[in-house]
């Protein structure tokens, strides 16, 4: 290198260490500040049950009968939420978060789930999104990414250990398997959503408009298949009285401690197009909240939509439509005892009405739909030392009609659990602990 070069590279150094200094002076201060107030909370809760199982039955294939299994208790873990919450800044805001669910359950136990996480636990991922307000100071506009729920659906995006009956209405089964093709009704996508309400006005007015990336059930459920389309989900929400947040929110909850006194109305929507499993996909639904002081009514009803048609040796025969409808609707009672304590009475009534005609539920089968008739009553009694810390007693009543499929059929959820195959599902009552730590 020559004299000249050298001064040159010199004189760059110089210069790349002033500049350095200098932006470092204007602007550490700044980044140290932001992380300063680098806010992380941790996230955990459990939720634990024991319950006796009474009726439950098995299907028999041999004997072409339904024989019954002893009645049993059980005792396991339901639910566990671990992980963490971050805001790196005013407009930024992140979630993990992990489940461990099903420790210990006896697949012969009464109530819905998933299959029993067996005696070697393994956590799976719940929810992993990040949030950006895109408007400063405003609640109109926020844009989330990642793996959630759609925004579809009262009972599917309330979180299980908010609801007020022991199990979560199983409507939202139904709901979630129609739009993402899974029980935890999640999926990567991008939600647009905001919340508009003028300061102590009673009508407010929340949004959400996502489209969604699920894969059903091509290539071992990692694909839709060689037919691709997106799902797009909106809701709106009109919310009368006290709103049910102050600020935008994906999640909800039904109990607000007789503090809210309004009405939430909601309508939604989602639509999907041709994959390998369906020529196109629906869901509509509405639901309500109403909360005034002690009084906790929440109810929905979704009507679920997919179009198929038959293609012996790959030519088309016949379109067809499969059709099914499901719902709940949940009344509490807030009662103060000894101004330390909230005891809050409950029933739900949830159905499920699909096909019950041959043709229909072979159709519902061709497109993965449920069929015939599921229906359950809980009622119980939950008693909270603080919102989060929870005891519930609950008793649940289940019922169904397989329609023409008959005995043996698995058209739904009442005749079908995944470890066993086909069977009636009988009647449990259940003592649950839900801690919030």
Not at 118 to 144: D, H, I
């Amino acid at each position: 290198m020559n004299i000249k070069n050298a001064r040159i590279c010199l004189l760059l150094a110089g210069l790349i260490l002033i500049a350095g200094n200098l932006f470092s002076q204007n602007h550490a201060p700044e980044w140290r500040q932001r992380l300063k107030n680098y806010n992380i909370q941790p996230v955990l809760a459990v939720q634990a049950w024991s319950s006796y199982t009474i009726d439950e039955q098995v299907y028999n294939a041999e004997a072409e009968a339904y024989e019954p299994v002893d009645n049993r208790f059980n005792a396991q873990i339901r639910r566990t939420r671990i992980g963490f919450k971050a805001q790196p800044g005013e407009n930024f805001s992140f979630q993990v978060i992990a489940a461990l669910d099903l420790v210990g359950r006896d697949a012969l136990t009464a109530h819905h789930g998933g299959t029993n996480n067996g005696s070697l636990p393994q956590f799976g991922l719940w929810n992993a999104w990040f949030q950006w307000r895109v408007l400063k100071g405003s609640e109109a506009l926020y844009l989330t990414g990642g793996y959630m729920p759609p925004q579809f659906g009262r009972e599917s995006i309330t979180a299980a250990l908010r609801v007020t009956s022991m199990e979560k209405a199983w409507s939202q089964r139904y709901v979630r398997g129609q739009l993402t093709g899974t029980n935890p009704g999640r999926a990567t996508g991008v939600n647009l959503g905001g919340f508009f309400r003028k300061e102590q006005q009673p009508l407010a007015i929340s949004y959400d408009l996502g489209l969604f990336n699920p894969v059903f059930e091509s290539y071992s459920g990692n694909s839709s298949g060689a037919r691709y389309a997106p799902l797009a989900t909106g809701r709106v929400s009109l919310h009368l009285g006290d709103p049910e947040f102050k600020r935008y929110t994906m999640s909800r909850k039904i109990n607000y401690m007789s503090e809210r006194r309004g009405l939430t109305l909601s309508v939604q929507g989602a639509t999907q197009g041709e994959t390998d499993l369906f020529k196109a996909n629906y869901a509509v639904g509405t639901d309500l909240l109403f909360n005034w002081g002690p009084v906790n009514l929440d109810a929905e009803w979704s009507w679920l939509r997919r179009d198929g048609e038959t293609l012996p040796n790959g030519v088309p025969e016949r379109p067809f439509t499969a059709t099914g409808q499901t719902g709940h609707v949940r009344l509490s009672y807030n009662i103060n005892v000894a101004n330390h304590y909230i005891v809050e009475p409950v029933v739900m009534l949830m159905q499920y009405r699909g096909a019950t005609d041959a043709q229909g539920q072979k159709d519902a089968q061709l497109v993965r739909m449920a069929a015939g008739r599921e229906q359950a009553i809980d009622a119980g009694l939950n008693w909270y030392f603080d919102p989060n810390f929870v005891l519930m007693l609950h008793y649940t009543h289940h019922s169904g009609e397989p329609g023409a499929a008959g005995d043996g059929a698995t058209v739904n959820d009442f005749f079908y659990q995944k470890e066993t195959g086909p069977i009636q599902r009988g009647d449990w009552l259940g003592l649950g602990l839900t801690i919030f730590f």
